[in-house]
């Protein structure tokens, strides 16, 4: 095929025409997309277009011709011969593209979609590619769950995934991807637990699969990442529970296995791993020592910024975090302070800008953070009024992720605190009233309901 050359001649965009043409010209020979005609020369056509969209990150255009494909080809299962390879390219297009866009609650139909036509594939082709693309496809599938505040389907969908896995599967440590793949569902299943306010729940999944990584980590990449996921996954959870000695030991876990040779090239793992040692310094009172963490997670990050968008959001999640650590230092740093977080708020503005493979929800959780310590150090430096500016969209984000979300009542409650000093400051005295009270039911709530989330609000209160 013609955009198959142009393809690999790294003519993309040439690529994507001849393909859109070849769509065209098979569509006026076979007619629209009915199973009856077998018309597979659209099918493949389509298939080749969405692989290329993927490929330069047009994924909404991708979605759209990937699924009409993948509609037709699963009719086909079982009555044309020969459709199983190009079904499961389809498959894989789809679940490309789902995972380059915003979640949707049309996506939540077609995540499911996808997971209900890999379930269709014939017993011959369920290797070990089959489990790697089931999971895959339930991790998009909650993904989209969790993003519209759906937990407990989330929960039973993960479940159900990790609940028939030595059946469907095999033994859990058979082989390291084997592990690596269950530790990534055991991972988001305790995300969702946590996201519910089950804490000490959530921390279960994590020690059981660190006993299952562990063997393959030290002889396995992706085991070895999973390692360091699962370590640092415990820190936020245990600082929750007020248990700060522990948290700071899994934070310290995580550093020594990211300075192993086997991952010097892990940029955002290192970043990541850095960061979260930050926060534990925090907790454990250790400003410094924070500091010195949080400057290690930005600059191990500035230097290919340009080469991955995120490597660019962990850059301004790290520059976040250090403009809130130089202000907790009290060495008189409110300017530089003020830089890091002017720095944080343009490193993800243009990732936003921009076209790229990354996670939407990621991208966006950290626009919130750089404008909320943007909104902080403004304040700190004089500029009330500009402060006041950025609140909004942080509470509002807060409030309504909250509502399913009960692990960012923390987060929700020191932007409601500032938010009352701000519009004080500013004469808003009308809106301050109003936050303070929405501030003042949530503590009495979370005192009666969730007492250790009581403890990690009055804990962030006395940090700042």
């Known amino acids: 095929m013609i955009s198959v050359h142009h393809f690999k001649s790294s003519h993309v965009q040439d690529a994507i025409r001849a393909a859109r043409n070849a769509v065209i010209h098979s569509r006026a020979q076979e007619g629209p997309l009915h199973w009856k005609k077998t018309p597979m020369k659209t099918l493949r056509a389509l298939n080749v277009l969405s692989t290329l969209l993927c490929t330069t990150h047009q994924f909404d255009d991708a979605l759209r011709e990937g699924y009409e494909a993948l509609q037709t080809f699963d009719s086909l299962v079982g009555v044309a011969p020969g459709v199983i390879y190009s079904y499961q390219s389809c498959i894989r297009n789809v679940m490309t593209a789902l995972e380059g866009i915003a979640a949707s609650k049309t996506n939540i139909s077609k995540s499911a979609n996808v997971i209900r036509c890999l379930r269709k594939l014939p017993a011959e082709n369920r290797n070990d590619d089959f489990r790697s693309d089931m999971v895959r496809a339930t991790l998009i599938y909650t993904a989209n769950l969790e993003s519209h ?64 990584c562990k063997p393959y980590s030290s002889i396995n990449l992706e085991a070895a990442i999973q390692m360091v996921l699962l370590s640092t996954s415990q820190h936020p959870l245990l600082s929750t529970l007020s248990r700060y000695p522990e948290s700071l030991e899994t934070a310290k876990v995580a550093v020594d296995l990211v300075r192993k040779p086997a991952l010097v090239k892990e940029i955002v793992l290192i970043s990541w791993s850095m960061q979260v040692l930050a926060g534990a310094h925090i907790v454990n009172g250790n400003t410094h020592k924070a500091l010195g963490a949080a400057k290690e997670a930005a600059e191990v990050c500035r230097p290919l910024k340009q080469s991955n968008h995120i490597i660019r959001i962990f850059l301004s999640l790290s520059l976040s975090l250090l403009s809130g650590i130089l202000r907790l230092a009290d060495l008189g740093n409110d300017r530089e302070s003020l830089t890091c977080a002017q720095e944080a708020t343009n490193e993800i503005l243009e990732v936003k800008s921009q076209l790229g493979l990354y996670p939407i929800q990621l991208r966006d959780v950290a626009h919130i953070i750089a404008s909320s310590t943007v909104s902080v150090r403004l304040f700190a430096n004089g ?82």
């Open 383 to 464: 500029d009330h009024k500009k402060a006041a500016e950025l609140i909004p969209e942080v509470v509002a984000y807060y409030q309504n992720r909250s509502r399913t979300h009960i692990s960012s009542s923390v987060d929700l409650a020191t932007t409601l605190h500032f938010a009352g000093v701000v519009y004080c400051a500013i004469g808003r005295h009308d809106g301050g009233i109003a936050v303070a009270t929405e501030l003042s039911e949530m503590k009495k709530r979370l005192a009666t309901t969730l007492p250790s989330f009581s403890h990690a609000v009055e804990k962030e209160f006395n940090c700042q």
């Open 149 to 212: 505040g759906d937990l407990r389907e989330a929960s039973n969908v993960l479940q159900e995934l990790l609940g028939k896995w030595e059946e469907t599967y095999g033994p859990l440590d058979k082989d390291a991807k084997t592990a690596s793949e269950y530790a990534k569902c055991l991972r988001t299943y305790s995300d969702i637990l946590s996201y519910q306010g089950n804490t000490e729940e959530a921390l279960q999944p994590l020690v059981k699969e660190i006993d299952i």
